[in-house]
RNA sequence: GGGACCGUAGCUCAACGGUUAGAGCAGGGGACUCAUAAUCCCUUGGUUGCAGGUUCGAAUCCUGCCGGUCCUACCA
């Protein structure tokens, strides 16, 4: 077999935030995949860094009174901490803010500059005077034109779905200074897609790079009318990298990330004597990406058309996958499960962790969920119950002996063993790292019946016995090594820990087709501790936001006693000042939810019948499905804004709206009046 | 509304159109005491979502329905 020549990617995780444990599904997946290559004996980089740039960087840097170059330095060193932890190994990890990466820049820039893809166009987007930015969409806020409800984005309205530019939000509000922003027009610099649709149809539909779900998303969704221009270019201020032929004019953090793993790969080049050209620009070398499913767009379309038209190598292949959930739901601050990489480590295992997802992980896009007990369940009976088990029981009963010389009869198990080592290897190089780990439990199961019917334990209480308890410890350990073998991309750790026990480091999977024979056998130490509920439970604990926490019933209450996280109101800055001619605008009653019943149809609401008393009867549509069940709200009094323009929605009219606070999703928290308020009062 | 995928034991998942649909975990019973309350043996558990169709033969292929997930659009 030749050698393959191959370079693997993880997305670059942006340096505004902490590794979490959703993060890690990618890159122990990749982690993963890059270990078996080698272990098959094939040249394998695995390339990596952080994604620095962007608008986000920026206002962090001024809101700490620090500069990006700081916060991205100790954002690097922190994901950098957190992948050794969990044995993800990069050949390389960078910065997109490197001088490499603007010379790459400025070259693929100028490939398609040469190709004429790039255009200007005018973009009128929002300014904020006060802070002298523009503003991208998640920094404006303001009353959504199409439904009037206030606080939204500047690109969609979480009430009501609604779609639009910042410019069209009613009484928008900077969320940077609170100042409202002005339209301005500034220039703005496109590249074309629709030149390179031919070749990104073929490309998309034909290479095999993408899943067949992938590609037909794809072709419905994008290939099927016109490719818009792609906007590239942002005016200053911006962190990033200014576009030379542009002055004023900076490349979209989305320009200049992917670009990062070229120039990552340049940096492993200087650092290793190797040439990038060979890496990026010769048909022998596959390229793989892995990502997930949110930046699809970015690597099937926008990336490849970059790479053929400056003349670098396509993905052989684009690795997709779907996002983490925890118990069946997505990953929550307020819930605890919305862990960080460091939290994890302060309890667990990280091979569990890979182990886990292992076992779980798929070639398709679905979504990956982590339920806790089986977490644990799987955790203990396969790794510790089954496979270090083997060693543990046998591997003391040899240390005297060591390894026989030759290899025992063992009723065919490690031939069996070795017949499944390519099925084994098919299902890790096609993503099925489920299937893989399947397999190798299944050796395992039969691994230790073997050892049950032997009986070293009997054995050995006779010396008599001796060859034969050499041998029966020969079989099991060697059985345990195969596993470790095959498990070594996932559990590399657990192969290290395998090769001092029996005196031969594991490095190649073709280990696995040959007993190890006559060398000694090492103390055998615990390899890993099974999993306690109460570990997790702890994890979980410490990954909830420190907030009210239930105060000493006798304790006087002061400011600091509830450490309150200053984070929703940093999130949701306070609204521009309102007069009191203002508030009495709105008309807030308190109202009795007398009925609340599905809307099947709708995703998101329920339909609510207040009353304010008497006959006053409403019929309020509010967005709560996710967080309230109907009959849990009959009864009980709500606030709602009376005097609210009845608004026609598809299941009905809406006579108002119901005050809460929350996040949105199952975060919803409706507003109660205390005991003693009645149907129909107003509040002041 | 459009699209993709899925539905098999209590749970997680297997099963080239071909014996009686199988594993692991959990449950029940027993054994062992080398091993981290680990392990081994036996065992309960299924109208393969439902209804049709194709076929000598369907979990598998086709159609419809029901239910779920994701994407996308719309609606407040």
Not at 189 to 198: G, I, K, N, S
Not at 578 to 593: E, G, M, P, S, Y
Request: with cysteine; glycine share 8%.
């Amino acid at each position: 077999m030749t050698p393959r020549r191959i370079l693997v990617t993880a997305a670059l995780p942006y340096a505004n935030g902490p590794i979490h444990i959703g993060h890690l599904v990618e890159y122990i997946q990749t982690d993963i995949w890059v270990r078996f290559q080698k272990l098959q004996g094939h040249r394998c980089i695995f390339i990596c860094a952080d994604d620095t740039h962007g608008t986000a960087i920026m206002i962090r840097a001024r809101q700490e009174g620090r500069t990006e170059e700081e916060i991205i330095a100790e954002s690097k060193t922190a994901h950098e901490n957190d992948f050794r932890h969990f044995d993800i190994e990069f050949s390389h990890y960078g910065s997109t803010n490197c001088p490499e990466n603007k010379e790459l820049c400025d070259k693929i820039w100028a490939s398609l500059r040469q190709a004429g893809l790039v255009i200007e166009e005018d973009v009128s987007q929002l300014f904020d005077p006060q802070a002298g930015v523009f503003l991208a969409d998640r920094f404006v806020k303001g009353t959504c034109p199409n439904c009037k409800a206030p606080n939204q984005y500047g690109d969609n309205c979480d009430k009501c779905g609604a779609t639009y530019t910042p410019a069209d939000l009613i009484d928008p509000v900077s969320t940077l200074s609170g100042a409202t922003p002005e339209i301005r027009s500034a220039k703005h610099l496109f590249v074309q897609l629709e030149p390179l649709r031919e070749f990104l149809t073929h490309w998309t539909q034909t290479s095999g790079a993408l899943q067949t779900e992938v590609a037909n998303y794809l072709k419905g969704h994008f290939l099927g009318k016109e490719l818009r221009n792609w906007d590239v270019s942002r005016p200053a201020p911006y962190f990033g990298f200014e576009i030379p032929d542009a002055p004023g004019n900076y490349w979209y953090v989305w320009f200049d990330a992917p670009i990062g793993y070229v120039a990552s790969t340049a940096q492993w080049c200087k650092l290793n004597n190797e040439k990038l050209d060979d890496w990026w620009r010769n048909g022998e070398t596959e390229i793989h990406h892995f990502i997930g499913k949110d930046i699809t767009y970015f690597h099937t379309l926008f990336w490849p058309g970059m790479l053929k038209t400056a003349g670098y190598n396509l993905p052989k292949q684009v690795h997709i996958h779907g996002f983490l959930t925890v118990g069946g739901e997505k990953m929550s601050k307020s819930k605890g499960t919305f862990v960080k990489a460091a939290t994890y480590l302060n309890h667990l295992d990280p091979a569990f962790l890979r182990y886990y997802y292992a076992s779980k992980l798929g070639p398709r896009l679905d979504d990956l969920d982590l339920n806790l007990e089986e977490f644990v369940d799987k955790v203990n009976a396969d790794l510790v119950g089954k496979v270090v088990n083997l060693a543990s029981r046998t591997a003391k009963f040899a240390q005297a002996s060591g390894l026989s010389a030759q290899y025992p009869d063992d009723q065919g198990l490690f031939a069996a063993g070795v017949e499944a080592g390519a099925e084994i290897a098919a299902a890790y190089e096609g993503g099925d790292y489920a299937k893989a780990m399947r397999i190798i439990m299944e050796l395992a199961d039969r691994a230790n019946p073997y050892v049950e019917h032997a009986q070293p334990w009997v054995l050995n209480k006779d010396p008599n016995n001796a060859v034969r308890l050499q041998e029966v410890c020969t079989v099991a350990l060697n059985l345990f090594r195969q596993l470790a073998i095959y498990l070594a991309p996932v559990l590399p750790k657990l192969a290290k820990q395998c090769g001092e026990l029996l005196n031969d480091p594991i490095t190649s999977w073709n280990q696995a087709k040959q007993p190890l024979l006559g060398t000694k056998v090492s103390t055998f130490t615990h390899m890993m501790q099974r999993v306690k509920k109460e570990d997790i439970e702890k994890m979980i604990e410490e990954s909830k936001p420190a907030e009210t926490t239930e105060p000493a019933a006798a304790t006087p209450a002061t400011g600091s006693q509830w450490n309150d996280s200053g984070e929703p109101l940093q999130k949701e800055p306070l609204a521009e000042t309102c007069t009191i001619d203002d508030f009495v605008k709105v008309d807030l009653r308190v109202a009795r939810i007398i009925a609340a019943d599905e809307v099947p149809e709708a995703r998101k609401l329920l339909k609510l019948t207040v009353s304010m008393g008497g006959d006053a009867v409403r019929t309020v549509f509010a967005g709560i499905k996710a967080a309230y069940k109907p009959e849990d709200l009959v009864g009980r009094l709500v606030i709602i804004v009376a005097n609210l323009q009845p608004r026609q929605m598809k299941f009905g009219l809406s006579e108002g709206m119901v005050a809460a606070a929350g996040e949105g999703g199952a975060e919803v928290y409706l507003l109660s009046p205390d005991s003693g308020a009645k149907p129909g009062q107003r509040v002041h």
